[in-house]
């Protein structure tokens, strides 16, 4: 609890046996008034090979399963798993390139009155080679984009982020795959929730990433926060705020 707020964690990974045990442990440790910070953290085990699932486990996870790739459905996996008394929600990587201690600045931004918070890379501190070029270029294009067309100020799309169990009900994710992010970002603003964006250290991830760690992956992350970015302001002039298709 943080506030008589109940705080869950969910952390989609895949092939994180290295460090999951490292990003579950901190969570777990992180203490308010001599109190545990999280309540509930569930993993989604998005088609590992190596011991993830065990790993977490041992660690104190809740570990869910989700054979079809994709950073959004392991993510939509995860929240079918959340308790219905879920106040806060907070996603994190289980790549242990964030600072577990950092959630409490977001935390108190929610106390604070914000529907969502954003901890940007951008603004904090990054070790070097912590964020590939493609993934420099490419928030900075999507935040540009952004604030383009809806007039937001988003200096990143970044995977820590906190947002109001309620309001991650109401906006209704869909996406599958790599425009998961943007699309929470997008849609907050659509209905007006008030996002806030909070400084977030990076240091290098462990392990090699399944999206900036290679060419293809770089590629199809890129398309894919890009077309959601399209069909987001195609379906809003078209149809309005409550008409969102599958994405």
Request: one cysteine or more; aromatic letters at 8%.
């Amino acid at each position: 609890m943080y506030f008589n707020k109940k705080v869950c964690v969910i952390i989609p990974a895949k092939d994180e046996q290295p460090s999951i045990g490292l990003v579950v442990s901190a969570l777990k440790a992180l203490r308010f008034i001599c109190q545990p910070v999280i309540d509930e953290i569930i993993v989604c085990d998005n088609g590992s090979t190596d011991l993830t699932t065990q790993t977490a486990k041992s660690a104190g996870a809740t570990v869910v399963y989700q054979a079809t790739m994709g950073y959004g459905i392991a993510c939509l996996t995860a929240m079918n798993a959340l308790p219905k008394d879920c106040d806060i929600v907070l996603f994190v990587d289980g790549d242990h390139a964030f600072r577990a201690e950092q959630c409490l600045d977001l935390l108190a931004e929610m106390i604070g009155g914000a529907d969502m918070v954003i901890g940007s890379r951008v603004l904090g501190t990054r070790d070097a080679g912590a964020l590939t070029a493609p993934q420099i270029a490419g928030n900075w294009v999507a935040s540009k984009l952004i604030k383009w067309i809806w007039k937001q100020e988003v200096t990143d799309l970044g995977p820590f982020r906190a947002i109001r169990y309620a309001a991650l009900q109401e906006i209704n994710m869909l996406n599958h795959t790599f425009g998961w992010t943007v699309e929470m970002q997008i849609k907050m603003n659509l209905h007006k929730f008030t996002t806030v964006e909070k400084p977030v250290d990076t240091r290098v991830r462990i392990g090699v990433s399944k999206i900036s760690g290679t060419v293809k992956g770089s590629i199809s992350a890129g398309v894919g926060i890009l077309s959601m970015i399209a069909k987001l302001w195609w379906q809003h002039r078209r149809t309005g705020l409550h008409n969102f298709t599958n994405t």
